[in-house]
Nanobody
Framework: VQLQASGGGLVQAGDSLRLSCAGS????????IGWFRQAPGKAREFVAT????????DYADSVKGRFAISRDNSKKTVYLQMNLLTPEDTAIYYC?????????????????WGQGTLVTVSS
């Protein structure tokens, strides 16, 4: 599967953005999809993940209640709705595919990565 993330941009604190992760190649519905982010000078960190059918979701504590992950397998796309953004959310956001749901480490069984989309939140 090939993934492409999009939807990033420059917003102000308190604004919202919706990121998209579009899949091609192997059917995206066979993969759990994770969102990760990497801020300048920091390690890549887990943001959220969703199971193959969309029934299970997991979030990092830092985004719980503000971000929502969803998917539309008919459109081969996974979304990350980000609300109440803060400058601490500034990072490059990546989506990745795994055959197993629930993996929080970027080193854990993620077989494909999108190229990343930059989110910048100004104060």
């Amino acid at each position: 599967v090939q993934l492409q993330a999009s939807g990033g941009g420059l917003v102000q604190a308190g604004d919202s953005l919706r990121l998209s992760c579009a899949g091609s190649g192997n059917f995206i519905g066979t993969y759990a999809i994770g969102w990760f982010r990497q801020a300048p000078g920091k390690a890549r960190e887990f943001v959220a993940t969703i199971s193959q059918g969309g029934g299970n979701k997991d979030y990092a504590d830092s985004v719980k209640g503000r971000f929502a992950i969803s998917r539309d397998n008919s459109k081969k796309t996974v979304y990350l709705q980000m609300n109440l953004l803060t400058p601490e959310d500034t990072a490059i956001y990546y989506c990745a595919a795994s055959s197993v749901f629930g993996k929080r480490s970027p080193l854990d069984e993620y077989v494909a990565w999108g190229q990343g989309t930059l989110v910048t939140v100004s104060s």
